[in-house]
């Protein structure tokens, strides 16, 4: 997709500009004339909401810290005092910590998007990889943000996480008291998590450059997976086409978020963090946020501390490797039968898991939790198997000819595509 | 993108105001955001409350010295002024001063030798020397900035030096006797 | 076909495994969801009532529970019991606040203002513990958000659309009057333990301490208190103070809520309207479908 520019400079400073600092090219380059596949659907739009909540969360999160203080004794006050005393403190307390729920909705149905349409596989490999790393980045970065209130559940969400480290042979113990900063989770714990709370968005910030950098590089995937053939059949300018539907995207997802800030915003919380941390008293129920509930359900559905652990960490990391797992050419899942009622199952299978990490860790829970995370990497050795003798549909021959309907299966369509006949071959 | 849409002549006003409107809405939506991000600048509701007014007793000060204390987070200085003091700084022509002020209107009546200014310089918000028994006191028994060198008169008003106004009086009033209520 | 079929039967996993919701909720007794002027999008609070509850909260609650995050200023301000400035500065100075230390070193005592906090009853935890029993009675500034009880599934789907986040208050006043005295058969309790209906577990250190009659309400013009003076009616009333103690912004957040609604709901009926016509043709003029 990069190369030829079609960025006419038309003023003189824009010219003067041009030959010393390209800038204005490469904003028309890849936010105007940048080509977008035409049959995209909404699911694509996702990229642009995060990009939106990357940039809300920095924004409300830089305003907070204008009032709160990092410190075990006034950290509870100082969040209360931005609810109570600060001038729209609540909407911004509220707007952040909703935020980090609404960031990880999107990115998980922009994850399983890329799952559904095979958007991991060549030539997007690096891509997927380096959404990936975001992903691992933003999880750090959710769970030392849950700890600055110092409410009960960030004091023992963070003992338990980072007693995690503990389960490492040797070096354990030690990693774990460098990551407390003393014998227990205390004030050195929140500095160091809250100067890395702060950090960590930038680093995301930068990840996604590149990943944004990859991204048009290779152009994006779409909805047939069929690569784009002819420019001016198969795309359309991102600017308006893909900026319009983006936005209105953007604010549909913002509806939702503003229901829950304004409507609802503890919805998503947990009751206990309006306590101070005690460190003698541990709630009844200890729960990460939600969107950690499928890898805490992982965590201990292995009865071993260590094995856990690494089922854990596992059940990120196997996600890196999927370009080289999947064994099928064909990218959408629309023209792949069997590969297709394994997406949804690993979907509810992962919902399941939320489900699960959110129940108690006792009797059938544990069980099924066992179940539901053998059958979670089970989706990835499936998923290896069935690209080897899956008969893939026709695909397109083209974005064009999907979109306006010519040509619909037949030995041609299958003949103008090679990828497709490749698995084919191997069945 | 010219010819993307606007096929017929009508249909190219109703994309006009259709844009024209959905751009409003968007720059309306853009600057109820601002609301709240510049409002929280603004001191919060506590630190406004907590600038009620303070009580104070003068007697304690005895003749030539001076006091400093907080209010609302600002400095302020108190000073019991001596005979010489008062009538050094009511001998001075009005209008020469470079911010003109009689010292009468600067003072309680009936409490002349009691002077009450924020302390810090009109200038740049430096702390001017003159409180302390060993202080410099400028040129005029007053104050002396350090920091740029303004010379303040024995009634806080700005004589020489780079600070324009002369210092403040914060809003104050006596009560009974020697106490005062600032605020 | 087929895939329908896979994903109804992974459902239906799902859902064999749901009725292992309701041993969980194990030994807690739900409150019974009462109804609060607050609650819903268009909630508010009951100016009269918040102004009850205080009453109920000083003359009882008080006593031995600290609200350090209360000052007395709040009292007055929007969306609040709205008491009159002047009400809250007379308040606010009969309470005698420590403060120091003065030009002798010395710490001293000054009435309230209406910028200090509320007292706390005891100086800290350990006197607080040494007055009752051992226990602590806990600061009472956010509790009405620091306490809930497991919703179950499908529950707290249905109360993202229903808006029911009163588990708190319902929680709170459901204790209240919860005691049962004597105790249930087979119950035996040591000195300084009560037994709750509503507490999990059942036992609570804090004493029943709401009685029919025990505060008075203002009365009307008749001469009659304007609502029932039972324990039953103090417990709501300070149960809506503490809600609103832990929620000072509700009512501005509602009303904010409702009109940034409304604003998105017209931004993006304009912005669909604006997509369709984009991408009604493709850049040459051939339709886009």
Known sequence: MSGHSSYVPKTGFERWLDARLPIIRLAHDSAVSYPVPRNLNYFWTFGGILMFMLVAQIVTGIILVMHYTPHATMAFNSVEHIMRDVNYGWLLRYLHSNGASMFFLAVYIHIFRGLYYGSYKAPREVLWIL???????????????????????????????????SALPIVGETIVTFLWGGFSVDNPTLNRFFSLHYLLPFMIFGVVILHVWALHHVGQNNPTGVEVKNVAKDTVPFTPYATVKDLFAMVCFIFVFAYFVFYTPNFMGHADNYIPANPAVTPAHIVPEWYFLPFYAILRAVPDKLGGVIAMGAAIVVLAFLPWIDSSKVK????????????????????????????????????????FTVLYFGYFVALFVVGLFERPKALPNSIADSVLGTLQGGSGARMGTAVAAEPNAKG | ????????????????????????????GLGAVVVPLVSQLAPDAQTVAAGAPIDLDLAPIAEGQAIKLFWRGKLIFVRHRTKKEIDEARAVNVASLPDPQADQAR??????????????????????????????????????CPCHGSHYDSSGRIRRGPAPLNLPIPPYAFTEGTKIRIG | MSTLSFRSAAFGLLLAALPLTAQ????????????????????????????????????VCANCHSASLLKFRNLSQPGGPEFSAGQVTALAATYQIKDGPNDAGEMFERPGRAADAFPAPFPNEQAARAANGGAYPPDLSVLAKARTYERGFPRFVFDIFTQYQEQGPDYIAALLTGYKDPPPEGVTLLPGQYYNTYMPGH????????????VEFPKGPDGQPQVPETAQQYAKDVTAFLMWAAEPHLEARKRIGLQVMLFLLIFGGLLYYTKKKVWSRMPDGTPVH
């Open chain 2, 107 to 144: 003072v309680k009546e009936g409490h002349e030798q009691f002077l009450v200014v924020y302390g810090n310089c009109t200038h740049l918000g430096c702390v001017p020397l003159g409180n302390n028994p060993g202080d410099p006191k400028g040129d005029f028994d007053g104050w002396f």
């Open chain 1, 131 to 165: 959404g990936v790393v975001i992903l691992l980045l933003m999880m750090a970065t959710a769970f030392m943000g849950y700890v600055l209130p110092w409410g009960q559940m960030s004091f023992w969400g963070a003992t338990v996480i980072t007693s995690l480290f």
């Open chain 3, 24 to 59: 969980a909720a194990g030994e807690r007794v739900i409150p019974p969801e009462l109804s609060w002027s607050f609650s819903g999008p268009f909630g508010k609070f009951d100016r009269a009532q918040l102004q009850r509850g205080y009453k109920v909260y000083k003359e």
């Open chain 1, 332 to 371: 959408s899942m629309s023209y792949r039968p069997i590969a297709r009622q394994l997406f949804w199952a690993f979907v509810v299978v992962c919902i399941g898991l939320g489900w699960l990490g959110a129940m108690p860790a006792e009797g059938g829970y544990v069980i099924a939790s066992q179940i």
């Open chain 3, 203 to 214: 036992l609570i250190a804090m004493p029943n301490v709401l009685n029919d009659g025990q």
């Open chain 2, 1 to 28: 993108m010219a010819n993307a849409t606007d096929t017929k002549p009508t249909e190219s006003t109703r994309r006009d105001f259709l844009m024209l409107a959905t751009g409003a809405a968007g720059v309306v």
